[in-house]
């Protein structure tokens, strides 16, 4: 969301670009195409080496492959290179609201907490990545990958609650997520972030968005969003991540972005979502791949970074989140 209102013309885009090396190898690949009906920007080329990933023998990375110009990784980031969450893993007290209890002694999270074991789409993380490959068509990114999850956050009973805080291992057990507000700003649900017309829902009813809650007039600031992946109580890989960003519509005023990690704390690749007209949705999704091209697993963290504001303010570029997707 910006200062002012502009639109584009959308227009469906479907490109594959495949670059082989001198030896025939794989050296980059980019699709694009979606509902954001527009390409990445021309820093988005969509794929990055991992530096310290062992790759075939004459993999020779795009001479000209450059992320983003803008892309700055939190500076005050340090990723503990032999991270392992505990089997216990337990946020910090302020970073969710213990349930908000509701009348009959429910709580907001019961439908969460419910939910069965799924196929959480992650495993062991391998060491082969080779060059990652950037979607911006959901589809596309979906059938690329196997094991499929999604975050869509509806589990959380928003009714008549404005934005809900929820704790960062709410989705551990049944998705195998730890979703994670950087800088202690929390983690929250909401249907509309208080602008109904702007932030629509690719999924209904919720959207998610990282605190902190700043008040309608405040400064800007730098909302982000960490997530990791865990199975059996331990760190744990994926080989995509996905999401959709809502009313991406300004990056001038402040680029949206989704940086992927591998297990060392590497960055592999970061790319910005396509503009979007007014009150529309992007995806992107970025899948890690071995040299001949293969998904495999290589993915250990990602960080979503939506606008500058908390949603409901009223200056800057306000973005929402839904629908977190990944799989092997």
């Known amino acids: 969301m910006g200062t002012s209102l502009r639109f584009r013309v959308a227009a469906r885009v479907s490109a594959a670009v495949l670059v082989l090396g001198a030896t025939g190898c794989i050296e980059s690949f980019v699709i694009s195409g979606g509902d954001a009906g527009s ?8 794929t990055s080496v991992d530096g310290g990933a062992s790759t075939d023998a004459g993999l020779t990375p795009d001479a000209g492959l450059t992320p983003d110009a803008g892309f700055t990784p939190d500076a005050g980031f340090t990723p503990d290179a032999g991270f392992t969450p505990d089997a216990g893993f ?19 999270f ?18 082969n990545v080779a060059m990652t490959i950037v979607f911006t068509d959901r589809q596309a990114f979906q059938l690329a990958l196997q094991g499929l999850t999604t975050v869509d956050f509806d589990c959380i009973d928003t009714v008549d609650a404005g934005e809900v805080s929820f704790p960062a291992d709410l989705f551990a057990t049944s998705q195998g997520a730890i979703i994670v507000g950087a800088n202690d700003g929390g983690q ?3 249907r509309d972030f208080t602008f109904t017309t702007q932030y629509v829902a690719v999924s209904p009813p919720n959207l ?51 940086t992927v990690f591998s297990a060392a704390g590497t960055p592999l690749s970061s790319a910005s979502p396509p503009t979007t007209v007014n009150a529309g949705n992007s995806f ?16 250990a963290r990602v960080r979503l970074v939506n ?4 949603p409901a303010q009223a200056c800057c570029e306000g973005v929402t989140l839904d629908d977190f997707v990944f799989g092997r």
């Open 307 to 310: 606008g500058n504001v908390w």
């Open 39 to 46: 390409g990445t920007d021309a820093g988005d080329a969509g």
């Open 90 to 108: 337990t946020p910090d007290a302020g970073t969710g609201d213990a349930g908000r209890p509701l009348d009959g002694g429910t709580t907001r």
């Open 208 to 258: 998610y968005a990282p605190g902190p809650i700043v008040e309608r007039n405040g400064a800007a600031g730098a909302p982000a969003t960490d997530v990791w992946f865990v199975e059996d109580g331990g760190a744990a890989c994926v080989a995509g991540f996905g999401a959709s960003f809502i009313d991406a519509d300004f990056p001038s005023i402040f680029p949206s972005s989704l």
């Open 188 to 190: 929250y649900a909401s």
């Open 284 to 299: 992107l999704g970025i899948v890690s791949v071995d040299a001949v091209g293969q998904p495999v697993p290589g993915i």
């Open 110 to 127: 019961a439908a969460c907490s419910s939910a069965p074991p799924a196929d959480a789409g992650t495993a062991a993380c391998a060491l």
